[in-house]
Every structure is written in C-alpha cells, then in structure tokens.
C-alpha cells in the first residue's frame, strides 16, 4: 500500500484529537508458543492502519501541532547479529522515508524520550488493556509526570480510548483497502471451490482444510484470517467447530468456514454442499430456505438502512421456511417477538470485515442501530442448525446450513466482494460434479 495512505491516516486522525492530546499506539509483541518456539508474528491491526510497519517492539506516538513533527516513530535498530537469524529490520534511520513519520528513534529510547512528549498535553489517547505490560510502564510514566506537578509539570490529566476516533475512521475502507479486500475476497472464492472438487465421502474433514490452506498460499495469501472450520454432518450445527478431524460420509452435509487474510486484510465465507455432491429432497429444503434469507438480507444492504435490517430479514424468511417445514409452529410474528426461531437460529446475521475479520466499529450510535453507509463492509451470514435430538424429524436432524458472503456498501447499494463462489443447490451440484 502506497505510504500516503497511512500519512493521510495518521493526519485524519490527528485532525480528530486536536490540540493539546497525544496517542500512544503500541505494536503486538512477540508470542511464545511453547518454550523457545514463536507464534508467527502478525501486527496489532490499529497499529498497522497507522503506519504499515510489521516489526514488533515498536510505538508510534502522535502529537498534533508538534512543532519539531506530529509523528514520531520507535522501532528496533538493526544488528547484523540479530538479523542474520530474524531477517532484516527497517530500523529508526530508514523509518522516516519508509514510512513518512517526522522521526524515528530506536526502541530502547522510548522510556527516556516519552515523558517529554506527554508533558503539557491534556489527555492521552490509548487503548488499555490489550498489552497489560505496556499499559503498567506507560501509566508509570504518567504517574511520575504527575507526582512532579509541584515542579509546574503538566501531565495528561484524562485518559481516552483511542478506540473512540480510530475506530471509526477504520470502518470506512479506502479505495486501496477495497483492492486488498478484493483480492482477499478472490483467493477465498477460489479456495472454497477447489475444497468443493476435491471433496469425496470417505475423505477427512482436515483434507478440505488443507485444500484450503493450499489455495490460500498459492494466491499469495499467507495465513487464514482465522481458524478454518470444516464440519460435516453434525459438526457443522457447532458454531466454531476447529477440529477437523472427523470423516466425512456420504448423505452428509460439511460446512466450511475460511477466509484467507491478504497483505492484513480479512476474508470471510461459508459454504454448506454435500459430500456426495448431490442435494437430498430434505437437505436442498432446508438450503433453499437459508440461500433465500441471505439473498433477502444482501438485498437489505442499501446506503441509510439500519445495520440490523439485514438481520431482520433474513431472520423473517427462515421463520416462515420452518414454519413450512413443520419446524416450528404458531404465527410467524409471534415466533419472531418471542424468539422462539432462536432454537434454530442462534446467531446474528452481520459483523464488519476489515483487517480483522470480526473488524471494529460501533454497531450502534446511543441506543439506535447505525445506519450503513458507502465504504463500510459487512457479512451476510444467516444459518440454520437442527439439534441432533430425538424429538425433530429425521430428514432435518442434525443439520448445520450457512451460507457467508462479504458485502460492500456502495452508493448506489452494494458490492458482493466474494460473488465468484457458487452457492445456489444446481450450480453446487454442477462444479462438483466435474461440469461447472
């Protein structure tokens, strides 16, 4: 992504805090796995919507106004020891044109270099809680400033969630985060495929995983967006459901859920077929139902339509389908006030999609939903599940159907990012079937 885009960033947000404030944003650390073996390091995604930068022990801090520059930027300094073994390292003295902050300090000034810059500012803007560690050393930082107020030292005196303005901005996603998206989006669709044309009754579920995951690498995505969920029969009824380890069988149902995360942006789609790639009578009814509820929320997806509108829909065609089928009984209104339908629709419909796949964002302003608006992405994910007990019929028992596409807000009414993935009963039946 062109550094302009996170200068154009940082200063919007600046813009925003005003005068007198500064932020303090922290990168992710380092996460052991076990011993002396690493996570495989990813960005916290605030901090990279900032800066772009992707090393740990790193801070950015901003000062709007700041005379000698609003953007100052603490980062590892390079060592040729340290990189023959992790890999090369931006370092402080190339930060500056790399990643067009006003200056750059190595990381280990940071405790020394700090304070001065908290002096005299009103409030701080930081997000609390994620990095325990870093929250104790800065509010130490803090505390002394403030110990030292009979010097006629100013130090912040109101702490801010940064997530308050941040947040927000990052709700609407750019013309160059929709390429990323797009992108994201591709790569996904085409992963789900091949899982669909490699399936066979007799397979494992972590087989399609690794289909996925073979797809994703290939597209230049390197990681899932999150942990790929590969349920058939009645595993696809546990929501997040990771094992992945059962076998699949024939007159089964499996439902996947993966996303690949490309250049940190997210990804997120559901498809439910058949093992065997053919529908039964009892499973294309209960598909039908959810593929028209998700079809009935995307068209619900309009610039000025409340976020839950989606929802609402689609939870009131899926009340109606099982109605039909003998799933549930009573006035359709009734069931939807008492929310009887919950037994078998237990989620929501929609979440913001960005650099996480659950992506920030308030859904609501007060107690009224938030209205969409051009730039914004959401999931269109309804979903019905039929526990696997004795007293629902047979055809349906056990039965987990979700269908997940990714949806841009446009101004005219919106994109389906991920449009390229089949996902009606016949165009299911004709990919995996070797003619689609």
């Not at 990095?131 to 400033?145: G, M, N, R, V, Y």
């Not at 929709?178 to 992108?183: A, E, F, H, S, V």
């Not at 069988?249 to 940190?264: F, K, M, P, Q, R």
């Amino acid at each position: 992504m062109n550094m302009s885009e996170f200068v154009k960033r940082r200063a919007k947000l600046m813009e925003h805090m005003g005068q007198g404030s500064i932020a303090v944003v922290p990168a992710a650390r380092v996460v052991i796995r076990s011993k002396d073996t690493e996570y495989p390091f990813r960005q916290n995604s605030d901090f990279y919507y900032l800066t772009g930068f992707v090393e740990a022990n790193a801070v950015l801090v901003l000062v709007p106004g700041r005379e000698k520059g609003e953007s100052i930027l603490f980062c590892e300094e390079r060592l040729l020891e340290v990189e023959q073994w992790t890999g090369e390292r931006m370092g402080p003295d190339r930060g500056v044109q790399m990643l067009g902050v006003d200056d750059a300090f190595p990381y280990s000034d940071l405790t020394d270099i700090l304070p001065g810059l908290l002096e005299g500012q009103a409030r701080i803007h930081v997000t609390l809680g994620e990095q325990p560690t870093f929250d104790k050393e800065l509010l130490a930082l803090i505390s002394e400033l403030q110990s030292r107020s009979v010097q006629g030292i100013v130090a912040p005196g109101e702490i801010v969630a940064l997530s308050h303005l941040l947040h927000d901005l990052r709700l609407y996603k750019s013309s160059h985060e929709l390429q990323l998206m797009r992108k994201a989006a591709s790569i996904t669709c085409r992963a789900h495929e091949r899982a669909m044309l490699f399936c066979q009754a007799g397979f494992n579920e972590s087989d399609l995983e690794a289909e996925l995951l073979h797809e994703f690498m290939r597209g230049g995505a390197r990681f899932p967006a999150y942990p790929c969920i590969v349920g058939s029969g009645a595993n696809a009824c546990v929501m997040h459901y990771t094992g992945n380890a059962d076998v699949m069988n024939t007159g089964d149902l499996v439902l996947i859920d993966a996303g690949c995360e490309y250049e940190h942006y997210a990804s997120d789609v559901t498809r439910t077929f058949p093992v065997s790639g053919r529908f039964t009578d009892a499973q294309k009814q209960l598909y039908n139902i959810v593929l028209a509820a998700q079809l009935a929320a995307i068209d619900a997806v309009h610039p000025g339509n409340a976020f839950d509108l989606p929802h609402t829909r689609a939870i009131r065609v899926m009340a109606e389908g099982l109605v039909e089928l003998g799933l549930l009984v009573g006035d359709v209104d009734h069931l939807i006030e008492s929310e009887q339908y919950k037994t078998f629709c237990v989620h929501k419909t929609s979440h913001w999609m960005g650099l996480d796949v659950h992506d920030v964002g308030d859904y609501r302003v007060g107690e009224v939903w938030r209205e969409l608006e051009p730039g914004m992405v959401l999931t269109i994910e309804p979903g019905l599940y039929v526990p696997d007990s004795a007293e629902y019929d047979l055809p349906w028992r056990g039965m987990g159907i979700r269908i997940e596409d990714d949806v841009l807000v446009t101004r005219q009414g919106h994109e389906v990012l991920t449009h390229q993935v089949v996902k009606t009963v016949e165009d299911i039946e004709l990919l995996m079937s070797g003619q689609g």
